[in-house]
């Protein structure tokens, strides 16, 4: 079995793509457990995230992996093949660590995917799928992230997903005090986005679920009411202002209602942010007149500010973090003696215990304990170094010297002995 790690990223697949390859929550679990069961996979984790879905694994057949991946989502292996990124052994453990510490983030130095991946680790510990060497890694890579947060100044002058869809909103509308917003969902995005604009004291504020009672909770820390999902037609002409992240898997928001919004606001625009991945909106509604819509990908340049000084802490991370590489990949290694250092061991007890019983059974017929424990001594020592002798004894004269190298630094010995 070999860790690897494959997926697609902001950096190399559209929301488009993206989105079809996304996992719901609520289903992660039977996710996890199809991926172990039909044989791809020993172990595995799964984070999906608005930006990503990766696969960390252990597994024998990474190809098989893969194709289980577009398979699970009914698309073909070529239709997503352009797109995936494939990390073996030492690449997936730096992955990990660079995910985690914000470095390969569109936000870099942002904290939320560290809560994401946490996420993922505690779905696969229920769904059953966490083995030895993904506990490891992860147990390793949260405490790099850590390290990086601590050591660095990489989450300085950082422009969140939540700060930028605020600047963009003041965009648009020259105060947001005068402006109605509504969100849909209740989720940790929703919840950020909640605090910043609430920031701003809008003139209403209106959080829209599909369970009203996460829904009330949410709006009662940010001075708003709350709705139900069902109420959406409704609401959308009465806000200006729309913030949405659910984990549907269909959108919420088509071209149809959306128009009839605008129509009841007699034309006044609307300002949409869409940050779920798959989409909450309809693509078609960005063809609307008098409709502002961004996705998680059009935030990108906005994001961008502040980059600069965080550039500089981007190189003292990858020091902290190419040395967790390190250890943690000598660690993935010396896992491979470990039956070889099992089978010596066992070897070793055998002999002890058959000479041991012989000593026992000498002490019992009366001779003399100093000579029997003279003899167990003897024996045991002649039969431990009795392979490496007969071995440089029988070693050819290209095999001696490497030979007798190995057997001076397994026994420390000295040139003078």
């Not at 890579?141 to 390290?147: E, L, N, R, Y």
């Not at 700060?163 to 963009?168: I, S």
């Not at 919840?191 to 009672?213: G, M, S």
């Not at 250092?341 to 070793?348: Q, Y």
Request: glycine share 4%; aromatic share 6%.
């Amino acid at each position: 079995m070999q860790l690897f790690t494959f997926g697609i990223n902001h950096q190399t697949a559209p929301l488009a793509v993206r989105e079809q390859i996304a996992f719901n929550v609520e289903t992660m679990d039977v996710a996890l457990r199809d991926l172990i069961g039909n044989g791809a996979a020993k172990e595995a984790t799964i984070l999906s995230t608005c930006n990503r879905t990766e696969v960390y694994c252990s597994t024998h057949e990474p190809t098989q992996a893969i194709n289980w991946l577009a398979s699970y989502h009914h698309l073909a292996a070529n239709d997503i093949e352009p797109y995936i990124y494939r990390l073996p052994q030492e690449q997936a453990v730096k992955h990990a660590f660079r995910v985690a510490s914000g470095l390969d983030s569109m936000v870099l130095g942002e904290p939320q995917i560290l809560g994401q991946m946490k996420q993922a680790v505690r779905q696969a510990e229920q769904a059953g799928t966490m083995g030895f060497l993904l506990h490891k890694l992860f147990q390793r890579t949260f405490s790099v992230a850590k390290d990086v947060r601590t050591q660095t100044e990489i989450g300085a002058n950082l422009v969140s997903m939540a700060a930028a869809a605020v600047k963009l909103a003041e965009r648009i509308y020259p105060s947001i005090a005068d402006q109605r917003v509504l969100f849909i969902g209740a989720g940790e995005m929703i919840e950020l986005n909640a605090v910043h604009f609430a920031a701003r004291n809008p003139k209403q504020i209106t959080v829209a679920n599909r369970t009203l009672e996460r829904a009330q909770t949410l709006a009662r820390r940010i001075n708003g009411h709350a709705v139900t999902l069902n109420e959406l037609p409704e609401q959308l002409a009465q806000h200006d202002i729309i913030v949405t992240c659910t984990a549907s898997t269909l959108p919420i928001l088509g071209k149809g209602m959306v128009e009839r919004a605008l129509k009841a606001r007699k034309h006044r625009p609307l300002f949409i942010v869409d940050l779920a991945v798959p989409r909450d909106v309809e693509a078609e509604v960005s063809e609307l007149d008098d409709v502002f819509l961004y996705t998680v990908d059009d935030l990108s340049e906005v994001v961008r500010d502040g980059l600069d000084a965080r550039q500089g802490a981007v190189k003292e991370a990858e020091v902290i973090i190419d040395s967790g590489v390190s250890d943690f990949v000598h660690w993935m290694e010396s896992r491979g003696v470990v039956p070889t250092i099992r089978a010596l061991r066992d070897h070793a007890e055998r002999q002890r215990r058959a000479e041991m019983e012989k000593a026992l059974r000498a002490l019992a017929k009366g001779e003399n304990a100093e000579k029997v424990l003279e003899s167990l001594s003897s024996a045991l020592t002649n039969k431990f170094l009795h392979a490496p002798t007969q071995a440089l004894n029988q070693a050819t004269s290209a095999e001696r010297e490497g030979m007798l190298d190995t057997v001076h630094r397994l026994y420390r010995l000295h040139d003078t002995e």
